[in-house]
């Protein structure tokens, strides 16, 4: 349960470029970089509840480790996945639903923050969150 809590971005490390290749255009990769996003983890058992709050949007996902479901980014990129625990990190595997290619999430606690990464065609980025 070290994920629970709320995180608020505090860094970015090689995210305009992931952006870049995902295909979000200029203004909205400038716009994402300050996002000021905040994410609440709580989990009980394989359950998770995530509440997203940002510049642009705020929302709620339910979603149990190991099942499919659909998300759809902030710049309206749809697509579906699962998390699953690997040890120590949670690891997300999603479809993009317009073109088929795959993207990785992985969330982890190193020291007091939550490192989550993102690797899309070979393009690694990593937000870097404090505790709230």
Known sequence: MAFNGT????RNENYEKFM???G????KRKLA???NLKITLEQTGDQFHVKESSTF???E???TLGV???YSQADGT???GSWVMEGDMLKGTFTRKDNGKSLITTRKIIGEELVQTYTYEGVEAKRIFKRA
Do not use: A, G, P, Y
Not at 7 to 10: E, F, G, L, S
């Open 7 to 10: 995180w608020k971005v505090d």
């Open 20 to 22: 870049e290749q995902m």
């Open 24 to 27: 979000i255009n200029m203004v």
């Open 33 to 35: 970089s300050h996002d």
């Open 57 to 59: 949007r705020s929302l």
């Open 61 to 63: 996902i339910n979603f």
């Open 68 to 70: 499919s479901f659909e």
């Open 78 to 80: 749809e697509l579906t």
